[in-house]
């Protein structure tokens, strides 16, 4: 059972044993060796979990990494956060967020860099490219959204360089920008603006912007 003690990190600390907090606030640099269940959990400095978390709320506004699996009800990654895998009712990214593993959610949004090596599987998928991004294959089972950031005179010349790369993306109602992949396949799908899609399957309705290229549809 979580205790109501409060841990705050300001130097450099390593914990070896299993950590049951109601609070942990890391305002320097921290290393823990074993599990860690917390109601929240707040990255200010830097942190590496080299074992699994479970967390009422997950906050990373600094640099962490997790080697085992993160189990949360909010995650808010607004620094660099590397993880191996994630189970979360919702997960909001802007800053760099990089899973090497699995993550199921219920509500996802991203507007920073994304790299998902494997499966994205969420009710709701909101992702903003605003740097190169790529994830394996993604299954949004109400919606799935993927629009560029909308550029200046400033910065076209990085347009080119801003796109979703994936293998797969599945869901009832997708619309997507500025997005390569192999496979989609949805009930309503619209492809906006820049896009390169191998083939397309959908069920009621399909628009294709004349700026994308899409090399197969089937009804189905």
Known sequence: MINSQKLKILGNDHFKERQE??????????????QVLADSFDILGRCRIKDSIEVGQFVNRGSCSVDGKLTCEDLQNIGQGTYEII?????????????????QCQSFRSTGFLKLNEVLVGEQVSIKVSAPSKVCEIIGKET????????????????VRRKMIAESIKGDNIYLENTEAVHVSGGIVEIGENCKINEVFYRHDLKVHPKSFVGKTTKI
């Open 87 to 103: 189970n979360a009712d919702r997960i909001n990214s802007s800053g760099s967020l990089v899973v090497n593993g699995a993550v």
């Open 144 to 159: 799935v959204e993927i629009k560029s950031v909308r550029t200046t005179l400033l910065n076209v010349i990085s347009l």
């Open 21 to 34: 907090v109601a609070e942990i606030l890391i305002n320097g640099t921290a290393t823990f060796h074993n």
